[in-house]
């Protein structure tokens, strides 16, 4: 897994800084990680003559029960993701399809007892979503991916098991602006 992590910052930042000169930058946050009591931040630029992107975030957010189905379990992650995207029909606007990348540390806590531990992920899967443009700079983009996690192995802490599928289903909504 570390292994991946460093493959995706290294690739993240060849492409990134190898147009840095003439760049178009896009700067993104996840407004719902922050109400998780985490943090969103994304780089990202396009690519080929406009119609596609790259980008590059680092994420955190504790999942709320009601969401991972764990009964007396927290689970709160941290990582970093890349992000390939292709838009058909418009250059950066309108309807895409991608690729995307991921490595976390999570964290499990048994509530009662409050102990932890850890896992490294990495996830692979296809995303698609819609870039809606609220004038020259600001944009709004609903995606969602499934990821195929990897590494994912069954969590015990004093004899209670948390639960955790190979396959993630990732809805989000970013915030971003062109500059």
Request: hydrophobic residues 40%.
């Amino acid at each position: 897994m570390l292994a991946l992590c460093r493959f995706l910052v290294l690739s993240a930042s060849f492409l990134l800084l190898s147009v840095a000169a003439r760049a178009q930058w896009e700067v993104e946050a996840d407004p719902t990680a922050y109400a998780l009591r985490g943090f969103s931040v994304h780089v990202g630029r396009p690519i080929l003559n406009g119609r596609s992107r790259l980008q590059f975030g680092a994420f955190g957010a504790e999942t709320p029960q009601w969401m991972h189905g764990n009964d007396g379990f927290t689970e709160n992650s941290r990582g970093v993701t890349l992000k390939l995207d292709y838009f058909p029909k418009h250059r950066s606007s309108g309807l895409f399809f991608g690729a995307d990348s991921n490595y976390a540390r999570v964290r499990y806590e048994l509530r009662q007892t409050h102990e932890r531990t850890h896992r490294n992920l990495g996830g692979l899967g296809p995303r698609a979503g819609y870039r809606f443009n609220v004038g020259e700079h600001f944009y709004i983009t609903p995606w969602v991916s499934v990821d195929y996690q990897f590494n994912v192995k069954v969590v015990t802490i004093s004899a209670k098991t948390f639960h955790e599928g190979r396959y993630s289903v990732f809805p989000a909504v970013h915030l971003g602006w062109r500059f």
